[in-house]
């Protein structure tokens, strides 16, 4: 009776995990810039998360579980940091100049502007 009911908490963590990811990959898709697809791929280390834990708990191995728990919190560590990193070096790009922008050594430099034309 309860390895059924581990079974179905089990397969709904995976089914609530993958629409998690799958709404992330649609909203990064779909999504204008850089900037606001780094903010939809937000999603993707809880449904990850989910999945791995769902995945770890139909096996029912303690160990199994354990190690699970502990991918489950290097994905919640390493995914946010990358995701991170590719909007701190996305900020000099053309279609994220209209955003204020920090100090990146990374970025490209915006051209000096134009001087007036004498009339």
Same mark, same amino acid.
């Given at each position: 009776m309860t390895f059924?009911?581990?079974?179905?908490?089990a397969n709904a963590l995976v089914a609530l995990g993958l $629409?998690?990811?799958t709404c992330a990959?649609?909203?990064m898709y779909r999504l204008p810039s850089v900037l606001t697809r780094v903010h939809a791929a937000g999603a993707v280390?809880?449904?990850?998360? $989910?999945v791995v834990i769902g995945a770890t708990?139909? *096996?029912g191995d303690p160990k199994l579980i $354990? %190690?699970?728990l502990l991918v489950a919190a290097f994905l919640m560590l390493t995914i946010p940091s990358s995701a991170?990193?590719?909007?701190?070096?996305a900020e000099g790009r053309p279609d994220t100049a209209h955003e204020? *922008?920090? %100090?990146?050594p990374f970025a490209r430099k915006a051209p000096p502007p134009k001087p007036p034309e004498p009339r």
């Open positions: 059924a009911l581990l079974q179905w908490a $629409l998690f990811i990959i649609i909203g280390p809880f449904g990850a998360v $989910l708990l139909s *096996t $354990l %190690r699970g991170h990193a590719i909007a701190w070096l204020p *922008t920090r %100090r990146n």
